[in-house]
């Protein structure tokens, strides 16, 4: 019994030690890799809108069969692609926008074989700046 129990003590301190006891020079590295990674995260604050590839069939809500010209859209987003929030309940999110009106060509086949096209539009938000605003105030797009 007391030797399972001086083999046990012996496996968790080898554990704790492999854990704690590392080389100095590992410790070194760990805390400058972990300075880098801080510093890149605090330097990437969200402010300024990525543009986003959107195809015209989500923004048109139809299905993905159909055919457009072009067939998608850039729009500038915020998101959290865009940059970081320091508070745990807060998101990159527009701060200023402006509406555009995006036209797209739709392209269909007639019964009979032929080609019909009609222009579709529609309104969407052009993200202009971005910043940290509470998670529960962001709109769906």
Avoid: Q
């Amino acid at each position: 019994m007391f030797l399972t129990w001086l083999l046990r003590l012996m496996l968790l301190s080898s554990l704790a030690c492999w854990t704690v006891c590392r080389p100095r020079s590992d410790l070194e590295d760990d805390k400058r890799a972990y300075e880098e990674t801080y510093n890149a995260w605090k330097d990437f604050k969200c402010s300024k809108p990525a543009p986003v590839v959107l195809p015209a069939s989500y923004l048109l809500g139809v299905p993905r069969s159909r055919i457009f010209k072009p067939r998608e859209a850039i729009l500038r987003r915020c998101s959290s692609l865009c940059g970081v929030c320091e508070g745990e309940n807060e998101v990159c999110g527009p701060k200023k926008w402006t509406d555009v009106k995006l036209c797209f060509v739709d392209i269909g086949v007639t019964v009979k074989g032929g080609v019909h096209h009609g222009y579709r539009c529609i309104n969407e938000k052009h993200h202009i700046s971005c910043g940290c605003v509470p998670k529960d105030a962001m709109s769906p797009r």
